[in-house]
T-cell receptor, first 114, second 119 residues
Framework: DAGVIQSPRHEVTEMGQEVTLRCKPI?????LFWYRQTMMRGLELLIY????????DSGMPEDRFSAKMPNASFSTLKIQPSEPRDSAVYFC????????????FGAGTRLSVL | AQTVTQSQPEMSVQEAETVTLSCTYD???????LFWYKQPPSRQMILVIR??????QNATENRFSVNFQKAAKSFSLKISDSQLGDAAMYFC????????????????FGQGTILTVHP
């Protein structure tokens, strides 16, 4: 299996622009997680899905952030409008949701908002 | 809410020596998993080892082992025969296994420990 695939690997954009990050989970996994990593806050969970349904979005910082999972093999995290403080590495992870499940991470997207 | 604390921002070790990374956590739950993840400069988060809270036996994976002290809420990682490839940021993480709770399945991470391996 190719693992969790995230795109793009790097994204540079200007303040106010819309940014869309993409994730393809491991085939067959029914949980998908979006994390954000910053120097100040470390790794924090933004939102997670189970069977394409958002379960907990309490970590989403503002209404500017939205996430969707239209099918079992694709998810997006959108920021509109983007701000410099959104600059971070965004990780997607997936797991097969039995109680022993391990989360497998993608390589992350480094977002820089100028 | 659960919290995970790694009190060592940085650690260093000589190649072939042993190093221990510390982690403590706070929870009122009895069912949970603990993990150590490695993040090398490539950024990829790689699972190193995991421990089920209900198991008293410490988990081991080749050169990596843990010292799990449930009463003390401590979960340290020991790396034996350190190799240059072990150099990375190491994260301790907690996951609730209380089904039905909103924190079920979520990973809570510590701040990380940067490990340097000297040749």
């Amino acid at each position: 299996d190719a693992g969790v695939i995230q795109s793009p690997r790097h994204e540079v954009t200007e303040m106010g622009q819309e940014v869309t990050l993409r994730c393809k989970p491991i085939s067959g996994h029914d949980y998908l997680f979006w994390y954000r990593q910053t120097m100040m806050r470390g790794l924090e969970l933004l939102i997670y899905f189970n069977n394409n349904v958002p379960i907990d979005d309490s970590g989403m910082p503002e209404d500017r952030f939205s996430a969707k999972m239209p099918n079992a093999s694709f998810s997006t995290l959108k920021i509109q409008p983007s701000e410099p403080r959104d600059s971070a590495v965004y990780f997607c992870a997936s797991s097969l949701g039995d109680y022993k499940s391990i989360q497998y991470f993608g390589a992350g997207t480094r977002l820089s908002v100028l | 809410a659960q919290t995970v604390t790694q009190s060592q921002p940085e650690m260093s070790v000589q190649e072939a020596e042993t190093v221990t990374l510390s982690c403590t956590y706070d929870t009122s739950e009895s069912d949970y998993y603990l993990f150590w993840y490695k993040q090398p400069p490539s950024r990829q988060m790689i699972l190193v080892i995991r421990q089920e809270a209900y198991k008293q036996q410490n988990a081991t994976e080749n050169r990596f082992s843990v010292n799990f002290q449930k009463a003390a809420k401590s979960f340290s990682l020991k790396i034996s025969d350190s190799q240059l490839g072990d150099a990375a940021m190491y994260f301790c993480a907690y996951r609730s296994e209380r089904a039905g709770g909103t924190s079920y399945g979520k990973l809570t991470f510590g701040q990380g420990t940067i490990l340097t391996v000297h040749p």
